[in-house]
């Protein structure tokens, strides 16, 4: 009986400090995701400094 109780504490703490850890992370990142946004206003973030034009050639 007292082994299924230790078991039970050792759970309990192991899912505290998964919590604690997944909580951390998401403070994190999203302090890291406000940082990130230097962009210019007006412009999609997802294609600035592409070049329009041909591509140079890769060579192999």
Known sequence: M???????RQKERARI???REKTANRLERRNDKGASGAHVPGEDPDIAGIVPGPQPQVVD
């Not at 007292?2 to 078991?7: G, I, K, V, Y």
């Open 17 to 19: 400090e998964k919590q």
């Open 2 to 8: 007292q082994r299924q109780t230790a078991l039970k």
